[in-house]
Nanobody, 126 residues
Framework: QVQLVESGGGLVQAGGSLRLSCAAS????????TGWFRQAPGKEQEFVAA????????VNSDSVKGRFTISRDNAKNTVYLQMNSLKPEDTAVYYC???????????????????WGQGTQVTVSS
């Protein structure tokens, strides 16, 4: 099992930037994928971005393409989500998740992720 701890959330004005971090402990990231999902009040969980550890392949949702970038640091066992040009509609709790053996086609599907963090709040004011 992997323990995931998110950090970096906060309050930012529209157009600003934040960088979220997801640090893993326990079983380290060696294979599979790590992804970011978000959930706003009253809305369903939404896929944001994911990265596959074996080859660095990334997948992004259309709603964040060109604004958010996911990356990984193998040495630190950490995944980052750089969020630029933030919009009020990006306001949500952001969750980090990890799962083994996820194909690129399934990286946006939460059912394939086994371990989840507690989430970090991101609030974008207009």
């Amino acid at each position: 099992q992997v323990q995931l701890v998110e950090s970096g959330g906060g309050l930012v004005q529209a157009g600003g930037s934040l960088r979220l971090s997801c640090a893993a402990s326990g079983r380290t990231f060696r294979s599979g994928a790590t992804g970011w999902f978000r959930q706003a009040p009253g809305k369903e969980q939404e896929f944001v971005a994911a990265v596959r550890w074996s080859d660095g392949v990334t997948v992004n949702s259309d709603s964040v393409k060109g604004r958010f970038t996911i990356s990984r640091d193998n040495a630190k066992n950490t995944v980052y989500l750089q969020m630029n040009s933030l919009k009020p509609e990006d306001t949500a709790v952001y969750y980090c998740a990890a799962g083994p053996g996820i194909s690129a086609g399934n990286m946006g599907r939460p059912i394939f992720y086994d371990d989840w963090g507690q989430g970090t709040q991101v609030t974008v004011s207009s």
